[in-house]
Each structure stands twice: as structure tokens, then as C-alpha cells.
């Protein structure tokens, strides 16, 4: 997203710079299944796998928006479930198959990993209300696409009911 910081300190792109900052990425990735390769559960490879896919899918449509390219809340929403979503349930999932849990818990996880989620992503939109920044599609920039006019104090409000249904409601 070519921020220069995060979380306050400065993104591995901005001190190394890109292709150093893609290189570590590949490390840490690598570094992450030769691990789970190593593990005597070799489903957990495979969780792991496809939650990677669908992050990489999400992150792809994210990237192959052009700004000023219209967009709908719902196809943001559905960025974020493929995107964001899966980081969330693959870190859940491999606690529920490392402890053997029953096929029963996985679909309430899933549903927990998308409120999560997308909840997240929505919070993270929300610090973007003040910017005319479009780089990404955004929840934020669905909504003044969507009500003309619309004012920042709007938005906050219509995007801290959407994430308070997503905390309570799913």
C-alpha cells in the first residue's frame, strides 16, 4: 500500500526498500512451510496453503483497482473476506487442528474469522475518513461513491454501525 509507516515505525519498504522488502517477505514465507513441513501434522501445511491463496487473490483485486475506478461497499466487503479474512481463520484453524478439535467448531470459526475481520479492516478504513487518498478501494471511498455529498461525520457514523454489526452479530 506503499505506506511509509505502520504502526509507528517505519514499513521494511521504506527503510530497504522494495525489492529488499519483497525478498524478506519471500523469507519469512519460505521460513513459514519448511516449519509447518516439519510438523508430524501435515494437514496443517495444506490450511496454511490456502488461506496464502486466497490472502494472495484478495490482495490481487485490491491491487488491480485503478483509483477513481468505481466501487460498491459489497465488493470492498468481498476484498476484505478474501484478503483479511483468511488471516485471521488460519491462525484459528491451526489451534483447532492442533488440538484436535471437532469438525463442528471450523464453520463457527469461519464466521468469527469474517466478523474479525472484516471489523478490522473496517476500524483501519476508518482512519482514512479525513484523506481524499484512493489508492486502495476502501470502505470509505464505497460510501461517498455511494451518498454524494456524503460528510465525514456520516461516514464515521455509517462505518461504526457497520462494525458494530460485524462484532455483535456474526
Not at 45 to 59: E, I, K, R, T, Y
Not at 64 to 81: A, D, H, K, N
Not at 90 to 98: C, I, P
Amino acid at each position: 500500500d506503499n505506506d511509509e509507516e505502520r504502526y509507528g515505525q517505519p514499513t521494511v519498504h521504506a527503510r530497504y526498500g522494495e525489492a529488499m522488502a519483497i525478498n524478506i517477505g519471500d523469507l519469512l514465507l519460505g521460513e513459514g512451510y519448511r516449519l509447518l513441513a516439519s510438523l508430524p501434522n501435515k494437514e496443517l501445511l495444506g490450511v496454511v496453503a490456502n488461506a496464502h491463496v486466497s490472502l494472495c487473490l484478495g490482495q490481487g483485486a485490491e491491487l488491480s483497482w485503478q483509483s477513481g475506478q468505481p466501487v460498491t461497499i459489497e465488493e470492498v466487503l468481498q476484498i476484505f473476506r478474501q484478503k483479511t479474512v483468511p488471516a485471521f481463520e488460519v491462525a484459528l484453524s491451526l489451534g483447532l487442528l492442533s488440538a484436535d478439535g471437532d469438525e463442528h467448531t471450523a464453520p463457527k470459526l469461519h464466521d468469527y474469522s469474517e466478523a474479525l475481520g472484516i471489523a478490522y479492516q473496517l476500524k483501519d478504513d476508518m482512519s482514512d475518513i479525513d484523506s481524499e487518498h484512493t489508492a486502495k478501494p476502501s470502505a470509505v471511498y464505497a460510501l461517498r461513491l455511494q451518498f454524494p455529498g456524503i460528510s465525514d461525520e456520516e461516514i464515521r457514523d455509517k462505518m461504526s454501525v457497520m462494525v458494530e454489526e460485524y462484532q455483535t452479530n456474526r
